[in-house]
Structures are given as C-alpha cells and as structure tokens.
C-alpha cells in the first residue's frame, strides 16, 4: 500500500500588513507555534494522515486586529476541498479581509468561515530579543515560554532579532508571564522577559499595543522601549 501525505498551506491574501495577522496552529499531538506573516507568506505543513483508530486534525486560532476566528484547518471532511495527486493531498486556505477560504489552489477557492469581530479592541505585546553580542565565535542560545506556551530553542546570530506576540492577561487572578533561559559560552541567565510590571520598560503606541526590547550584550542584558532606549536589568551568571 503506498503511503501518501497532506500538505496544508495558509496564505495571508491580507491587503496590507498595516494591522499584523497572527495564528497558532495545533494538532493534539502537535502544537506548531505562533506565526506572524506577511502579506503573500505561504506557512505550509505536512503530514501522513490517521486513517485507523482516529483521523487526523488540525486547527488554527487566528488575530486580525479586532477580528479573530478559530476552526479546523484540516480534517478528513475537508478532503474534498483539496487537489489528489498520485501520493499527495494538498489543501490552501486563504486569509483574506472579509473571511477565509479554501480550496485546491490559490486560484480556486470557496469561502468558508468569517471573521468574528469583538466587541472591543485587543492589546498585543510584542517583544523582542536582539543578540547584541561582539561577535558570533561563540554561539547564544535561548530557550523562551509561558505556562501555556513553548517558544522552542533559538540560536541566532548577531544583529538577529526573535520576536513574539500575545494578548496579555491583566486582571486580578492572573498576569501573562514569559521567561527565558540564556546560554552563552560558560555563562548562563535565566529570567522573566514579560511581566506585568516588566511592561513600565516597553513603549506605547495609540492602538495601545505595548513594543519590549531586549538587547543581550557581552556585560549583561538591557531592556527598553526600543534599542537605543534600554537599561540593565541583569548580568550574565
């Protein structure tokens, strides 16, 4: 019996990149991240589908703005949206201003869900981990998360810039939360990146969306509202 795979694209077919698209993509055995495109970006996945004990499944959580959506990406009822190929199924969502479509091509496509728009306007963190370090001879590695998410291991190089966004949680009972644990040579740090009282260092801008700068340099760890406007908050273990 050959095996075949699905492919899944999702194409940001936005009009422009003015209000930031971010989703996040899981499986229940497979979380595959937060992602934030740009216009025209094609994020694609593949894998071999279940056919016995289960089917396979996908599904995303979308943010526009003041719009969000959430719906699977991929079942096996979705099949026949998609184009058959000798050993592959290839499926394309695209995101566009009024909803989301699929079909088995760019060019050939149906909607398929709306944009839910909410009654108020959400707050995005974007923060923003820059390697400032003098040079690459000795590798930075990283490793950043919250208590529901897993940003993954990263090993940039110098001048390189890691960012993420969230909509935070400001109320009584609970405060987003993000910390990293650095490596760097023989030296170690390991802090929070995020917090609700972390916020007085980030910048404003009328949305009101919050902008955190994290610079790593050789003699510590600055922070601010952008990289020419950062303070050392930590030194290197």
Same mark, same amino acid.
């Given at each position: +019996?050959?095996?075949?795979?699905?492919?899944?694209?999702?194409?940001?077919?936005?009009?422009?990149?003015?209000?930031?698209?971010?989703?996040?993509?899981?499986?229940?055995?497979?979380?595959?991240?937060?992602?934030?495109?740009?216009?025209?970006?094609?994020?694609?996945?593949?894998?071999?589908?279940?056919?016995?004990?289960?089917?396979?499944?996908?599904?995303?959580?979308?943010?526009?703005?003041?719009?969000?959506?959430?719906?699977?990406?991929?079942?096996?009822?979705?099949?026949?949206?998609?184009?058959?190929?000798?050993?592959?199924?290839?499926?394309?969502?695209?995101?566009?201003?009024?909803?989301?479509? +699929?079909?088995?091509?760019?060019?050939?496509?149906?909607? +398929?869900?709306?944009?839910?728009?909410?009654?108020?306007?959400?707050?995005?963190?974007?923060?923003?981990?820059?390697?400032?370090?003098?040079?690459?001879?000795?590798?930075?590695?990283?490793?950043?998360?919250?208590?529901?998410?897993?940003?993954?291991?990263?090993?940039?190089?110098?001048?390189?810039?890691?960012?993420?966004?969230?909509?935070?949680?400001?109320?009584?009972?609970?405060?987003?939360?993000?910390?990293?644990?650095?490596?760097?040579?023989?030296?170690?740090?390991?802090?929070?990146?995020?917090?609700?009282?972390?916020?007085?260092?980030?910048?404003?801008?009328?949305?009101?969306?919050?902008?955190?700068?994290?610079?790593?340099?050789?003699?510590?760890?600055? +922070?601010?509202?952008?990289?020419?406007?950062?303070?050392?908050?930590?030194?290197?273990?």
């Amino acid at each position: +019996m050959t095996e075949y795979y699905t492919e899944v694209h999702i194409v940001d077919a936005l009009p422009n990149n003015d209000i930031p698209l971010t989703f996040h993509c899981a499986s229940k055995d497979d979380d595959l991240g937060y992602h934030h495109p740009k216009v025209g970006d094609d994020f694609h996945f593949e894998f071999v589908p279940r056919i016995w004990f289960g089917h396979t499944l996908f599904f995303c959580h979308f943010w526009w703005g003041n719009k969000q959506a959430k719906f699977d990406v991929y079942n096996h009822h979705l099949d026949v949206y998609c184009s058959w190929n000798v050993n592959t199924i290839s499926c394309f969502w695209k995101v566009q201003g009024d909803g989301f479509y +699929m079909g088995p091509s760019l060019y050939e496509v149906k909607k +398929m869900h709306d944009w839910i728009v909410q009654a108020f306007h959400y707050v995005y963190i974007e923060v923003h981990i820059v390697d400032a370090l003098p040079n690459n001879d000795i590798p930075l590695t990283f490793h950043c998360a919250s208590k529901d998410d897993d940003l993954g291991y990263h090993h940039p190089k110098v001048g390189d810039d890691f960012h993420f966004f969230f909509r935070p949680h400001h109320d009584i009972f609970r405060h987003t939360l993000f910390f990293c644990h650095f490596w760097w040579g023989n030296k170690q740090a390991m802090f929070d990146v995020y917090t609700y009282e972390l916020s007085v260092n980030c910048s404003k801008d009328e949305n009101p969306n919050d902008y955190c700068y994290w610079k790593i340099q050789e003699d510590g760890f600055y +922070m601010g509202p952008s990289l020419d406007q950062v303070r050392k908050l930590h030194d290197w273990n």
